[in-house]
């Protein structure tokens, strides 16, 4: 049973506009979220994190989003870039366990 | 360059083959995590090493076989696998140890091919 689902294999948006990525997680015990980018053959890089005491965090063009109560969070890329074509996953992780439960993964898919 | 490498990039090995992956992370991490990536399928967890023991074993199969020498370098020793354990094999580090640190930095992983 998977405990971390990104339910959208992929998405196509259009280069500027909005992007936003999808991650519903079933454990309660979950307290620090993060999104990770991956491209063809390299592994996969930290993008933005998010701890369950807050419900959003901003970086630049990316923002992450937490709601609790729906147990959903929400990558946000705006304006999307054609460089931002990766597939995105999501991880969460309980306690101070440093370990990752991860989700499947989307391809996001930047439009020019 | 995420400071985590991996050889080989890409491995091609027969069922009755031994071999032997190796990750090197120069980032003065005290954890290290062996993953499994099959396609359309969420990264799952095989190894962790933190202070060079090992703490977790997700029930894994006993041909694959890690070994940690020191913190800095993770091997993933392979013997008679079978053709559904081809997919990407990433390695991972982390601070680990006392601290709060979640965030993981990965290499570029070897593509296994099992024939």
């Known amino acids: 049973d998977q405990q971390v689902k990104q339910n959208s294999p992929s998405l196509s948006v259009q280069e500027g506009r909005i992007s936003i990525l999808n991650c519903d997680y079933t454990n309660s015990m979950f307290d620090y979220f993060l999104w990770y980018k991956k491209y063809p053959a390299e592994g996969p890089t930290f993008l933005i994190s998010i701890s369950s005491i807050k419900d959003k965090n901003e970086d630049g063009r990316f923002t992450v989003f937490l709601n609790k109560s729906a147990k959903h969070l929400s990558l946000h890329i705006v304006p999307s870039q054609p460089g931002d074509s990766a597939v995105y996953f999501c991880a969460a992780s309980a306690g101070s366990n440093y370990q990752l439960i991860w989700g499947a993964g989307t391809k996001l898919i930047i439009k020019p | 360059e995420t400071g985590v490498t991996q050889t080989p990039r890409h491995l091609v090995m027969g069922m009755t083959n031994k071999k032997s992956l190796k990750c090197e992370q120069h980032l003065g991490h005290n954890a290290m995590y062996w993953y499994k990536q099959s396609a359309k399928k969420p990264l799952e967890l095989m190894f962790v090493y933190n202070f060079k023991e090992q703490t977790e074993n997700n029930s894994v199969p006993s041909r694959f076989s890690p070994e940690c020498p020191n913190s800095s370098h993770l091997f993933l020793h392979l013997h008679t696998l079978q053709p559904e354990d081809s997919a990407l094999y990433l390695c991972?580090?982390?601070?680990?140890?006392?601290?709060?640190?979640?965030?993981?930095?990965f290499g570029p992983g070897t593509r296994l091919t099992v024939t």
């Open positions: 991972a580090s982390s601070q680990g140890g006392t601290y709060d640190s979640y965030e993981q930095y």
